[in-house]
């Protein structure tokens, strides 16, 4: 073992040598530990600004449906009832669809720790019972101003009677971080009024809380729509598109540094002795 790593040291150190270049008083001589320095450097460079190259990629793909569902018509919402076999949540997202129902205000809440510009307040989530159903959707109906304490809660009013939902579905990321306790009753307690304010968007939660089938996509209420309403000026993550370029760049850039600082160190001035032994070469 010890004589083939020898073998591999002695092999790698003669290769280094062999492509050592003389520049006028200058000669290239890169060293063992600088060049495979510099091969680790680089490898892992260029696969971290891939990295945030794909995820570029991945949000262009959705800015492209996001564009195309704010273009086209919109379709009518998919019904559980309606489906033969399992939803594909995945080929619904951002979508444009349009409900028809009746707002269920007893177990609408408010979204915490939501901003709009500089400001602070609530999203206001309100279930929608759909018209000949016994289905519900989650509506997101806006952001509204909260007040200076979360004791006093910021007044709002629904609308009542049937309401023609248009909008872009809406499916919460399940990747959250609470310390709120994740064990969830599904009969809550008839002295226990409803929670109306909740730190994170959890469908899986809120159907537990329910005593009523939902669906698992909500929907974010369009800007145009007439259906109770408040300020939706809403966001798309692809929005971090330019972010992730920026990223990209930034770490092919320190790869393409990383060789020109290899290749700069690399050349060292030709000393009297040294350049003697060279002509003899």
């Given at each position: 073992?010890?004589?083939?790593?020898?073998?591999?040291?002695?092999?790698?150190?003669?290769?280094?040598?062999?492509?050592?270049?003389?520049?006028?008083?200058?000669?290239?001589?890169?060293?063992?530990?600088?060049?495979?320095?510099?091969?680790?450097?680089?490898?892992?460079?260029?696969?971290?600004?891939?990295?945030?190259?794909?995820?570029?990629?991945?949000?262009?793909?959705?800015?492209?449906?996001?564009?195309?569902?704010?273009?086209?018509?919109?379709?009518?919402?998919?019904?559980?009832?309606?489906?033969?076999?399992?939803?594909?949540?995945?080929?619904?997202?951002?979508?444009?669809?349009?409900?028809?129902?009746?707002?269920?205000?007893?177990?609408?809440?408010?979204?915490?720790?939501?901003?709009?510009?500089?400001?602070?307040?609530?999203?206001?989530?309100?279930?929608?019972?759909?018209?000949?159903?016994?289905?519900?959707?989650?509506?997101?109906?806006?952001?509204?101003?909260?007040?200076?304490?979360?004791?006093?809660?910021?007044?709002?009013?629904?609308?009542?009677?049937?309401?023609?939902?248009?909008?872009?579905?809406?499916?919460?990321?399940?990747?959250?971080?609470?310390?709120?306790?994740?064990?969830?009753?599904?009969?809550?307690?008839?002295?226990?009024?409803?929670?109306?304010?909740?730190?994170?968007?959890?469908?899986?939660?809120?159907?537990?809380?329910?005593?009523?089938?939902?669906?698992?996509?909500?929907?974010?209420?369009?800007?145009?729509?007439?259906?109770?309403?408040?300020?939706?000026?809403?966001?798309?993550?692809?929005?971090?598109i330019t972010t992730h370029m920026g990223y990209a760049y930034q770490w092919f850039g320190f790869a393409l540094a990383t060789l020109l600082i290899f290749i700069y160190m690399s050349f060292s001035k030709i000393?009297?002795?040294?350049?003697?032994?060279?002509?003899?070469?």
């Amino acid at each position: 073992m010890r004589h083939k790593t020898h073998k591999f040291n002695r092999e790698t150190k003669s290769m280094i040598k062999s492509i050592q270049l003389r520049l006028h008083h200058y000669i290239f001589k890169p060293s063992l530990i600088g060049f495979i320095s510099t091969l680790i450097c680089i490898f892992l460079f260029i696969n971290f600004g891939l990295w945030q190259y794909n995820k570029a990629q991945q949000k262009i793909a959705i800015q492209a449906v996001y564009n195309h569902a704010k273009i086209n018509g919109a379709l009518q919402f998919p019904l559980l009832s309606n489906q033969h076999q399992t939803l594909d949540i995945a080929d619904w997202k951002y979508k444009k669809v349009t409900v028809t129902g009746v707002y269920e205000p007893k177990y609408q809440f408010l979204l915490d720790n939501q901003v709009e510009g500089d400001r602070v307040g609530f999203h206001v989530i309100t279930p929608l019972k759909i018209d000949n159903t016994d289905e519900y959707v989650l509506v997101n109906r806006g952001w509204i101003l909260c007040n200076d304490t979360h004791t006093n809660l910021p007044t709002f009013t629904t609308p009542t009677g049937l309401q023609t939902v248009v909008g872009q579905i809406w499916v919460p990321s399940k990747k959250i971080f609470s310390l709120e306790s994740k064990t969830i009753s599904r009969d809550l307690p008839k002295n226990e009024a409803w929670k109306l304010v909740w730190q994170y968007m959890n469908i899986d939660d809120y159907q537990l809380r329910v005593p009523f089938t939902v669906s698992n996509m909500a929907i974010k209420l369009s800007p145009t729509s007439n259906a109770g309403g408040f300020v939706r000026n809403w966001q798309v993550a692809a929005e971090r598109i330019t972010t992730h370029m920026g990223y990209a760049y930034q770490w092919f850039g320190f790869a393409l540094a990383t060789l020109l600082i290899f290749i700069y160190m690399s050349f060292s001035k030709i000393r009297p002795e040294e350049n003697a032994d060279l002509n003899t070469k």
